[in-house]
């Protein structure tokens, strides 16, 4: 039993010792005084009966006087008894209430639950600990994906938020200080199935702190951090944290992508399901406003001048920012006056990004700037996710939500890291590049949001293909990507990427050997893989894939899926 | 000194008293056995088990355990006496004495575990 439960049954004593001993002097009393019979002679009650009556007098449910008319002596214990027994109810009662309201208590009845509700994930699980905007969106996008997420956050208001969502799958929520190394532990950090911890608490050292203490209790899941700062950055990768993000650098990065390679871009946001297959955004060439040179605005600037494109910077407090170094034309101001618009020439820039980290601000400049130069390029930085429908109305060129990409990040990293890859691998062969794949894709699936996954053949992903590989027969791509109903004809779904020991390939081919321990990505339509798996995990599919030689109608049944 | 713990003490001590003084006396004679003694070692009982209630300590854990199966002996007494006399109304015979007397016995034996009990916990105290 917890101590807690000990000092509830300590605070007890007190109500009950008051009710035995109320209850005892009534009796008591009841026993000792004198009757009268109907035939005039003295009767005693003796205590079953006064225990009787005692029960309903004290309870005042009252059913009179038994089992004669009572003397005066009795009737005038009976009064004194009631407003003994009856305050001494009053007083248990209102305690007991009380102590099951007690907010330890409760605390405790929560953390059992939890912990119960966690014990009966037989799936993989995450750990999201932080339900901020970034950590609300996560979960919400990795239950949608059909992964299981425990939720831990100190903050009791955010742990109701998610209480309130219609979420498809039970996240077991637990308000509590997530930096005790007990609290990861009731969240299941320790228990097999426990895939990784993300760590989205506010303040850094607190993310630090938890990258540690996850590290050290359980070595084997991953831990992806948040991180804002570069020297805590720096202290949890020299303990192996498997990612670190900034999220500084990440927006700017991706708004990067959105201005420089806009085809990859494109392919991001649809292979991501974030956005249609459609026309990629085309940014003009020339001179940039951007407006706010806070810890986004430099990580942008950085990637802008690297590129060589002209940027002037409109910064409201360059006292505490800082300017840009070099010769770099700087203007001070918010940005949301024609003034200084005017002043960093927003007549001949073709194109704006309103960058603070206020998004009233970030509106008024757009508006503004709209204003003086209709044919700009906006950018909108978003701040909170709950001004959605405000930029959605507003609508500029591209509006990049910081918690959103933080979010679609973090699940990539969990769900499909192999997917990362596979557009770090395009961005680094060009833009052209991946101008061939939405071009191709987009013939090939149509533009919805299309499948994504990743499969690593061996036992547990794919264990015919595994069988069939030990007995040295050969499988090739194609064959797991032909359609069981009829093997001439080929699943809506591409090969993107294969990872292969060191080796990594865009578009593998589909005549090569496949062989233990590569792992592939895969894009198709939806629910393309639900059909897919059929070959991967039963091997009479696996035969009619590859050999083609006429089998029995399959059993349908869902003995073997994992 | 501690006041609770005298208040423990006397309560553990007072409740084996109480209980012999009513089990002590022929077993089949209802005159050795008077009611208000039996009353007095419940309402003692009862209080005894309530002062041990959340008690942390091993001890403590199984003082409430005796303390428990003498309450459970003395009320099935109460309640045999109860319907000797009021439901099935053949009164104290020496059968039904006897079997009141022999369950108070047996409380007995409980409240004289409690008792050693508190002397090991209080020589242990002082070692």
Known sequence: MSPVVHLLLRQLRAPMLVLIVAYAVAILGMVLMPGVKDDGSEWHMDFFHAFYFVSYMATTIGFGEIPYPFSAAQRLWAVISVYLTVVAWFYAIGKIVALVQDATL???????????????????????VGYGQTGALLVESLVKHGRHVVVVDKDAERINNLALRDLPLYVPTLCADPSLPDVLKMAGLRRPNCKALVALAGAGTVNLHLAISAKLLNPRVRVICRSESQSIADNMASFN??????????????????????????????????GMLGEPLDPPHGKWILCGYGRFGKALYRRLQAEGIETVVIEATPEKTGWPEGDAEC????????????????REAVGIVAGTDDDTNNLSILMTAGMLNPDLFMVARQNRHTNAELFKTFDPDVVVENSRILADRIRLLLATPLLLEFLAAVRHSGERRA????????????EAVPEVCEISIGDNDTPAVARALRAERKVCLDDILRSFRDRRRNLPAVALFLARDRDRVLSPDG???????????????????????????????????????PTRTFLISREGRT | MNPAKV?????????????FGFFIGDIDNPDHHHVYELFAAIVVNLIATVLKLGERSHIGATLL??????????????????????????????GVTASIVSLAG????????SVVLLVIDTVMLNR
Not at chain 1, 108 to 122: I, P
Not at chain 1, 519 to 545: K, T
Not at chain 2, 8 to 16: D, H, K, P, S, T
């Open chain 2, 65 to 94: 355990a005796s303390s428990l199966v003498a309450d459970l002996q003395l009320v099935a007494g109460a309640v045999i006496w109860g319907i000797a006399e009021h439901v099935s109304g053949i009164g104290l015979t020496p």
């Open chain 1, 241 to 274: 944290t498997d990612h670190i993000i900034d999220p500084f650098d990440t927006f700017s990065r991706r708004l990067f992508t959105a201005l420089h390679s806009p085809c990859l871009d494109t392919l991001y946001s649809w292979l991501t399901g974030r």
């Open chain 2, 106 to 113: 047996g409380a007995m034996l409980a409240n004289i575990v």
């Open chain 1, 106 to 128: 409760r605390q405790v009845f929560a953390e059992r639950r939890f912990m119960r509700a966690v014990r009966n994930l037989t799936d993989p699980f995450y750990i999201v």
């Open chain 1, 331 to 346: 203007v001070k101001g918010r940005g949301t006056e024609a003034v200084t618009l005017e002043e960093a020439g927003v």
């Open chain 1, 435 to 446: 101008r061939e794949y939405t071009a191709g894709l987009g013939g090939l699936l149509g």
């Open chain 1, 511 to 549: 005549g090569a050997p496949l062989r233990c321990g590569d792992r592939l990505l895969f894009c198709g339509v939806r629910g393309f893989f639900e059909r897919m798996r059929w070959g991967l995990l039963r091997d009479e599919v696996l035969d009619y894939l590859i050999e083609g030689k």
């Open chain 2, 7 to 19: 208040a423990f003490g006397f309560f553990i001590v007072l409740a084996m008293t109480l209980n």
